[in-house]
Nanobody
Framework: VQLQASGGGLVQPGGSLRLSCAASGLTFSKSGMGWFRQAPGKEREFVGA???????RYADSLKASVSISRDNSRNTVYLQLNSLRPEDTAVYYCAAGLYTSDWLAQRWSERSYDSWGQGTLVTVSS
């Protein structure tokens, strides 16, 4: 399984970015996909997740500023980041897990994912 995240970079406060994660080597249409992030000096945290059918769940603290979507025909999941602030600076990771009731119940947990991308760095700074 390979997950290739892209789209990170330097953005000014208040700006937007769309991250992409291209998946291969898995049955994408049967995978729950998640986004996590790790800020400097902090633990990795859940950003949001999307089911194969496109239903989403977000971290409460981020739901107003992020949006996740997926294109099953392209085996790609997206993370739209809006109204970015310096504290959003982090490495953003995509992850894949088999879509099961267990995954659905704990999609916020890293343990629900068995494949991870390499991460893409988002830096929010003026």
């Amino acid at each position: 399984v390979q997950l290739q995240a892209s789209g990170g970079g330097l953005v000014q406060p208040g700006g937007s970015l769309r991250l992409s994660c291209a998946a291969s080597g898995l049955t994408f249409s049967k995978s729950g996909m998640g986004w996590f992030r790790q800020a400097p000096g902090k633990e990795r945290e859940f950003v949001g997740a999307v089911t194969p059918s496109g239903s989403t769940r977000y971290a409460d603290s981020l739901k107003a500023s992020v949006s996740i979507s997926r294109d099953n025909s392209r085996n790609t999941v997206y993370l739209q980041l809006n109204s970015l602030r310096p504290e959003d600076t982090a490495v953003y990771y995509c992850a894949a897990g088999l879509y099961t009731s267990d995954w659905l119940a704990q999609r916020w947990s890293e343990r629900s994912y068995d494949s991870w991308g390499q991460g893409t760095l988002v830096t929010v700074s003026s």
